[in-house]
């Protein structure tokens, strides 16, 4: 099943810190190299591999969405919809593109898209060290609802957060330029 988002940019995004080509949109099979590439450089434990990528990038329920800089890929985020509930599987952004507002951005339009396919709310994990995520999850009105000892299998505790979503109509959730507005 082949989910075309209107959200996607028609034209790249001019006003974007990261550069003038930079497009946020759906992710396919012919970005499966550079999420790999990504993955490598985000992510010293649990990574995703090439053939949990393809998983997800093939899977009817799930969403990767890509920040296309129009030479490579800059970050990804990519959902899984678990009935009424989306799960934030991942959000990257590689190194040199950090604390530009591309985290935001993602997770908002993901929150979007979660919104258009008729999502109550929005859920992740996110580990106990990773002080930095849980600040933007936070500044994003996610909340702690639990604590998971030993989630990763590195050993490394996470919490779950979780934030719920206004019901909207489709045609609003779309047309509102969910991506075109840069964080």
Known sequence: MGLDYPFAL???DKTD?????ALLRLGDLRDLGDLVRI???CFREG???RGQL???LRNPHAVVLVEDTGRSLSGVVMLLFESRVCRVLSVAVVPSQRRHGLATKMMRTAERVAQA???SGIRLE???RNLAAIELYRTLGYKVDGHLPAYYSWGDDAYSMSKP???VHTSSAVSSGAAASPS
């Open 17 to 21: 810190a990261r550069g003038p080509a």
């Open 54 to 56: 393809r998983w997800i």
């Open 165 to 167: 979503l206004e019901a």
């Open 126 to 128: 996110v580990s106990t």
């Open 117 to 119: 396919r008729g999502c």
């Open 47 to 49: 990574r995703f591999q």
């Open 39 to 41: 993955e490598v450089a």
């Open 10 to 12: 028609s034209e790249r």
